[in-house]
């Protein structure tokens, strides 16, 4: 069944879930495809020197291809498996990961990263610090083609699936749900004051 295109509507702020001292410290981290998310992730695991973290990918949750809603294109009419569509993830099994790491105290640090993160009401709510890491479209496009031209698709497959249904889904929920996030990181350029702020910051709630 075709997933439908609706009109963006931004999702409702929501305060980020107060933490308990001695609880794990609940990071995510959202933004566009190519944006630099999984960069600043990284780059948040490395500095942490001396917490344990624990990292969940929402990339690592994709449905089985038969499961994934199919979208038609509003531009060509062309169909694609979405994978920029909420239905497209296990949202609900990582959501219940989440809060699973969060009981048995797995880490000090727990870092969610992915597309959707803080579009998701059940991943929000788990969230002690929301990010929200931002790229204009024209980059994140260039850093999108030399990706998945290395993992072998041609230029005309990415730029066609992009301009025919990623944007559009862009639109509809990741931009709205940035004005969720408490901060919002420069995907352009990711600063040593940027880092050395959020990393303050998270060391100071996970050590309690």
Known sequence: MAAL?????????????????GAPF??????????????????????????????????????????????????SGKIYTDDNHPDTMDIARLAANVREAQTSGAAQ????????????DALCDLLHLKIF??????ERIV???KRNMQ??????????VYLDLVRFRHDEYVEPSKWR?????NGAQLTQTALDMLC???????KG
Not at 27 to 40: D, M, N, R
Not at 133 to 138: G, K, L, S
Not at 151 to 160: I, L, M, R, T, Y
């Open 26 to 75: 609940v990071v995510g981290i959202a933004g566009g495809s190519a944006s630099g998310k999984s960069t600043l992730c990284a780059a948040l695991a490395e500095r942490l020197q001396g917490i344990s973290v624990l990292e969940f990918h929402m990339d690592e949750y994709f449905k089985p291809n038969r499961e994934k809603p199919q979208s038609k294109s509003p531009l």
């Open 143 to 145: 850093r999108r083609l």
């Open 133 to 138: 890491v931002d790229c204009r479209a024209d």
């Open 109 to 120: 640090v727990i870092l969610v990263e992915g597309l959707l993160t803080l579009w998701s």
């Open 151 to 160: 993992w072998g698709q041609s230029f005309d497959e990415v730029s066609a």
């Open 181 to 185: 996030a408490d901060i919002i990181v």
């Open 5 to 21: 295109f609706r009109k963006p509507k931004r999702p409702s702020v929501k305060a980020s879930s107060p933490h308990a001292v």
């Open 200 to 206: 303050g910051h998270i060391e100071k709630n996970a």
